[in-house]
Nanobody, 124 residues
């Protein structure tokens, strides 16, 4: 089992940037694919980005493509989500989640281990 802890959320103005971090412990982190998902109030949890264990493959939701970048540093057991050009509709709780197989689907149910989430609020 892997334990995941997100950080880096906060309040940011529209057009601003934030970098979220997801630190893992437990099971060998470097063997896992890791994704970022979010859940806004009253909405279902949605997939944002996924990175393979090597960092060589990534996948993004259309809603964040070109604005968000996922990356990882296996030496630090950490996955990042760089978020630029933030919009009020990006306001949500952001979660990182891990799984063994990069090639599974992109639904929340396709991820086995979850962090507790970090709040991102985009508002002026």
């Amino acid at each position: 089992q892997v334990q995941l802890v997100e950080s880096g959320g906060g309040l940011v103005q529209p057009g601003g940037s934030l970098r979220l971090s997801c630190v893992a412990s437990g099971r060998t982190f470097s063997s896992l694919a890791v994704g970022w998902l979010r859940q806004a109030p009253g909405k279902e949890r949605e997939f944002l980005a996924l990175i393979a264990w090597s960092g060589g493959s990534t996948n993004y939701a259309d809603s964040v493509k070109g604005r968000f970048t996922i990356s990882r540093d296996n030496a630090k057991n950490t996955v990042y989500l760089q978020m630029n050009s933030l919009k009020p509709e990006d306001t949500a709780v952001y979660y990182c989640a891990a799984r063994g197989d990069y090639k599974l689907g992109l639904n929340p149910g396709d991820f086995g281990s979850w962090g507790q989430g970090t709040q991102v609020t985009v508002s002026s």
